[in-house]
């Protein structure tokens, strides 16, 4: 099947106030969360290896950070692509 694309996962990122000690005051402020966006094509690849390494599914949640929504997700992806 060949070699495995690489896996881009970009963190999501939310607008907070946070405290500037510097200035005395709170400001808005971009700031990364715990979580994780993948493209149709990071899933893909996540499932493939998933298949292709037959590993414990909770090493592959671990290593991409994937919450148990995503999972789903991936379950279809990968009954889906690789099936075929």
């Known amino acids: 099947m060949g ?3 690489e896996v881009k996962m970009r963190q999501k ?9 510097e200035l005395g005051c709170y400001e ?3 700031v990364e969360t715990d979580k994780y966006v993948f493209d149709e094509t990071d899933k ?11 590993c414990p599914a909770s090493e592959i ?3 991409y950070h994937i919450s148990s929504a995503v ?3 991936f379950r279809c992806l990968a009954f889906r692509g690789l099936t075929n």
Do not use: F, G, M
């Open 3 to 5: 070699a495995i694309p």
């Open 13 to 21: 990122t939310e607008t907070r106030q946070v405290y500037n000690e």
């Open 28 to 30: 808005w402020k971009e």
């Open 44 to 54: 893909i690849a996540i499932a493939r290896e998933y298949h292709e390494r037959r």
């Open 61 to 63: 949640v671990a290593k």
């Open 71 to 73: 999972v789903v997700s």
